[in-house]
């Protein structure tokens, strides 16, 4: 069988990116299932710790292509390694950050390769597939899951005759997990001259300006977050923020709400925005939608504050509390202000 490959990218410190850090958790259970190794591309220029950023994470081939060309990043020599290592080395899966660098790199490979790839999953496991035409059985199948038809049902993808079989994921959606921190691997040195020709740095970048994030609410430990359901009254969102600002959190709010204009992009949580793992989530009005759920399910705590008995959020919370939630919010915050030190 072979390999379980994952495109890492560089951060602007010239580190791993997280995500990337994400899927090669995720990539070295599917290859233990297979019993094949996890391979890693790096593309870029001087990276930072590259050994002991991949190795803890359970990587036994690094494939680096070091040149001061290829970071910041452009198409078409990252395409050029991508798609030459694979043709050397036939993985059966590769995985890319649902970025914009996966997002512009992963759709490209797979129509040159003429395989499938699937986006935005939510859940990838090992499975089978039986193929009723041909009456037989394919094992070892990647099953890329994500939520389809307006989030109405979760679809199980397979590409049971193309290789690879290529998925990208969202930043957050896989967890961070050290495999061992004695783990080893190997270090292939790429020859970019082989796998890039001249042509492929057609394009010079001269200058580049980077907007600092001003909102980050993926790392918060505790979320109060706004549904579309807080937008009757003008003062829904500022009490959400006076609610967290107590209890030393920040405010996230679903995908109704941040199109009805009553917070930032930046701020919303689910399969279109950002996944979250905080320690504590209280959703505020919030319906429970399975785009936001793919988004913040793997809370340690869920409350949800609904007038609604049966939203589908509290199927999924530890805590439910059945109540208007501009009467239940405006409680919580008289009393964390009295019993907070």
Known sequence: MNNVFVYCEITEENYIADVSLELISKARKLANTLGVKLEAIVAGSNVNDLEKSLYPYGVDIINYADDARLFPYQTLPHFSIVT???????????LFGA???GRDLAPRVASYLRCGLTADCTSLEIGEYEDKKENKVINNLLYQIRPAFGGNIIATIVNPYTRPQMATVREGVMKKEIFSESHKGEVIKLDVSKYVSESDFCIKILERHIEQQKINIKGAQIIVCGGYGM????EGFKLLHELADVLGGEVGAT??????????HERQVGQTGVTVRPKLYIGCGVSGAVQHRAGMDQSSKIISINTD?????????????????????PKLIQYYKKNSK
């Open 84 to 94: 030459k290592l694979i043709k050397e080395k036939e993985p059966q899966i590769i």
């Open 99 to 101: 970025t914009s660098v």
């Open 231 to 234: 937008a009757s009254k003008p």
């Open 255 to 264: 995908r109704a709400a941040v199109d009805a204009g009553m917070t930032e």
């Open 309 to 329: 008995v049966n939203a589908p959020i509290n199927s999924i919370a530890d805590y439910t509390i059945i109540g208007d939630a501009f009467e239940v919010i």
